[in-house]
């Protein structure tokens, strides 16, 4: 099994092992139906099962990625749907979201310069445009995901910051 906790606990079991025979090689693997934020509960009813940091798929494996491990119980199988990304992709998204979700206002979005790998100037994104239907349920979306983001996003700042105080960033 990829993980452990202390004290030894089968709580957060996942209900299929990690897979080794698809094209993304896990290094390490947290196993995640029990903590995918809204769409987890006690029952761990998801079907991102793991997120995984290791050698990416393309290309030819020499470039580290990170991965959302997604299975299709309907099918039994692995899901093509599962996500891999750069590990500085992965990043900006988190970035992203923060200011979307957190930052954008009428419409508009600031991403400061800096913020983003070579970015020298600020960045106005403004947003697209789409029926009031689409952007109703944008908008929605958003504020329901809204608890778990805070949250999530507030821990990852901590994190980062107990880093930066020990002079690991």
Do not use: C
Not at 99 to 111: H, M, Q, R, S
Not at 120 to 130: A, F, G, K, L, Y
């Amino acid at each position: 099994m990829p993980y452990f906790t202390k004290p030894e606990s089968k709580k957060f079991d996942p209900r299929e092992r990690l897979p080794h025979h698809l094209y993304h090689k896990p290094i390490y693997a947290v196993p995640y139906e029990h903590f995918d934020g809204m769409y987890s509960d006690e029952n761990g009813e998801t079907d991102a099962l793991y997120i995984t940091i290791g050698l990416a798929q393309w290309p030819e494996n020499d470039d580290v990625s990170v991965k959302v491990m997604r299975y299709d119980d309907k099918n039994g199988k692995w899901s093509r749907g599962s996500e891999e990304l750069p590990l500085s992709r992965a990043v900006d998204l988190a970035t992203f979201i923060a200011l979307t979700v957190f930052g954008a206002e009428n419409g508009y979005l600031d991403i400061p310069a800096g913020t983003l790998h070579n970015q020298d100037q600020p960045i106005h994104v403004v947003q697209e445009q789409r029926s009031e239907d689409e952007l109703k349920t944008f908008e929605q979306g958003t504020k329901w995901h809204e608890h778990v983001l805070r949250e999530r996003l507030n821990k990852l700042a901590e994190v980062l910051n107990e880093l930066k105080k020990k002079g690991r960033l």
